[in-house]
């Protein structure tokens, strides 16, 4: 079936310091991916998104690109700050298929990023 | 209020207890999640509700019951659970549409249960 696996973490990482969070994925077919960010006592929130292959996606410094070829759905971020410790998802989700599109999300079991001053 | 939220926020219940979880959204969605997350796993799709209709139930225990009875709330009701059910419940909700290829998930920020 699909699935989505992500670096384990925790990844602790300097202020101003270059993040790269690995996703890899398996698909049947052609997905949408994501990344969704969790900060402490909250829920996950859609970070990014990019729905074809050699998109780029982009919010907040963060970007990922689609790469088909590699299957893969990196998140990098040039210079990271204290307040981006959080917890990263990555995701997948397959295109509707007739009248069941349930929206389901498939997820990686998340990594944890903690940066210090 | 604004977003999904969910009530309570922290539970902790003996096996023995019955108790619910409760989620509302204020954002006219028309569909309603709930989550799973424990620690080190993936997130867990456990019910997906469409129109107040479950159309997705991933292989739940029956120790879990969930409600939708108007669009805007999903209640989960939790009775004779186990100590590895311990983890935090989220509910999401998104609009439904068979043409969209994503409607997004917004999510609230979860209940922490811990049965002991």
């Known amino acids: 079936g699909d699935s989505v696996t992500q670096m384990e973490g925790p990844v602790t990482l300097s202020e101003e310091a270059c993040l790269t969070i690995?996703?890899?994925?398996?698909?049947?077919?052609?997905?949408?991916l994501f990344w969704y960010v969790q900060y402490p006592g909250e829920g996950l929130q859609l970070l990014l998104k990019?729905?074809?292959?050699?998109d780029k996606g982009s919010n907040k410094g963060f970007e990922a690109t689609y790469r088909k070829e590699t299957t893969s759905f990196h998140l990098e971020k040039g210079s990271v700050q204290v307040s981006d410790s959080a917890v990263y998802f990555c995701?997948?989700?397959?295109?509707?298929?007739?009248?069941?599109?349930?929206?389901?999300?498939?997820f990686g079991q998340g990594t944890t990023l903690q940066v210090k001053p | 209020e604004t977003g999904v939220t969910q009530t309570p926020r922290h539970l902790v219940m003996g096996m023995t207890n019955k108790k619910s979880l409760k989620c509302e959204q204020h954002?006219?969605?028309?569909?309603m999640y709930w989550y799973k997350q424990s620690a080190k796993k993936p997130l867990e799709l456990m019910f997906v509700?469409?129109?107040?209709?479950?159309?997705e139930n991933n292989s739940v225990p029956s120790r879990f019951s969930p409600e939708c009875p108007n669009s805007s709330h999903l209640f989960l009701h939790l009775h004779t659970l186990q100590p590895e059910d311990s983890a935090l419940y989220l509910c999401?909700?998104?609009?439904?549409?068979?043409?969209?290829?994503?409607?997004?998930?917004?999510f609230g920020p979860g209940t922490r249960l811990t049965v002991l």
């Open positions: 990019a729905t074809k292959a050699d």
């Open positions: 509700y469409n129109f107040k209709e479950q159309t």
């Open positions: 999401a909700s998104s609009r439904w549409g068979e043409t969209s290829s994503y409607n997004e998930q917004f």
């Open positions: 954002l006219g969605h028309n569909a």
């Open positions: 995701a997948l989700k397959n295109p509707p298929h007739g009248s069941s599109n349930t929206g389901k999300l498939i």
């Open positions: 690995n996703c890899t994925y398996t698909a049947t077919g052609y997905p949408s």
